[in-house]
T-cell receptor, first 116, second 108 residues
Framework: GAGVSQSPSNKVTEKGKDVELRCDPI?????LYWYRQSLGQGLEFLIY????????KSGLPSDRFSAERTGGSVSTLTIQRTQQEDSAVYLC??????????????FGSGTRLTVV | LAKTTQPISMDSYEGQEVNITCSHN???????ITWYQQFPSQGPRFIIQ???TKVTNEVASLFIPADRKSSTLSLPRVSLSDTAVYYC?????????FGKGTRLHILP
């Protein structure tokens, strides 16, 4: 597609439920990144994919968080047993090159997750 | 990864030139410097990237001194629509870290 697409744009869930957030990167972009942004805060790195593999999962805040990418394209971020502190905007970005040099990241508009 | 330091917030007026400086004292030889802009309810948007000296595009200029320990993003003749958060990033890794950015507020 023309840009990075994320769905849903908004998600309200009850504490303890599982949620899945989807990211559809720009066609041909091999690198995909997930970030989290709490209200008024900067971006917190979660995980990075090169193709279907995730060389760096160091940013995932707990074992309740997992992500996968299939076919070198769509990625899903799953949060199990959601907690109120998981409430944030989850941003996905993709990049043409393995490094974001020269091209930079292209971000989606994010999924706003609210855990009640 | 090199850590960056930039002002938390800045105010300016329409039509003025705005300069936002970022410090990155432990920048590595291979690190590039990249600036992003983020509007409310949107993801960050790439503005400009450079390695040394000066880079200019249709949106901004980036000034990098010889020691590369700082960089300055220059926005010419800002308008109200330039009100946003501006992030300075340093790195050549696959995982580029965003700080809290500079919240720029343009006044009429």
């Amino acid at each position: 597609g023309a840009g990075v697409s994320q769905s849903p744009s908004n998600k309200v869930t009850e504490k303890g439920k599982d949620v899945e957030l989807r990211c559809d990167p720009i066609s041909g972009h091999t690198a995909l990144y997930w970030y989290r942004q709490s209200l008024g805060q900067g971006l917190e790195f979660l995980i990075y994919f090169q193709g279907n593999s995730a060389p760096d999962k160091s940013g995932l805040p707990s074992d309740r968080f997992s992500a996968e990418r299939t076919g070198g394209s769509v990625s899903t971020l799953t949060i199990q047993r959601t907690q109120q502190e998981d409430s944030a905007v989850y941003l996905c970005a993709s990049s043409l090159a393995p490094s974001a040099l020269d091209y930079g990241y292209t971000f989606g508009s994010g999924t706003r997750l609210t855990v009640v | 990864l090199a850590k960056t330091t930039q002002p938390i917030s800045m105010d300016s007026y329409e039509g003025q030139e705005v300069n936002i400086t970022c410090s990155h004292n432990n920048i590595a030889t291979n690190d590039y410097i990249t600036w992003y802009q983020q509007f409310p309810s949107q993801g960050p948007r790439f503005i400009i990237q450079g390695y040394k000296t000066k880079v200019t595009n249709e949106v901004a200029s980036l000034f990098i001194p010889a020691d590369r320990k700082s960089s300055t993003l220059s926005l010419p003749r800002v308008s109200l629509s330039d009100t946003a958060v501006y992030y300075c990033l340093v790195g050549e890794d696959d995982k580029i870290i965003f700080g809290k950015g500079t919240r720029l507020h343009i006044l009429p």
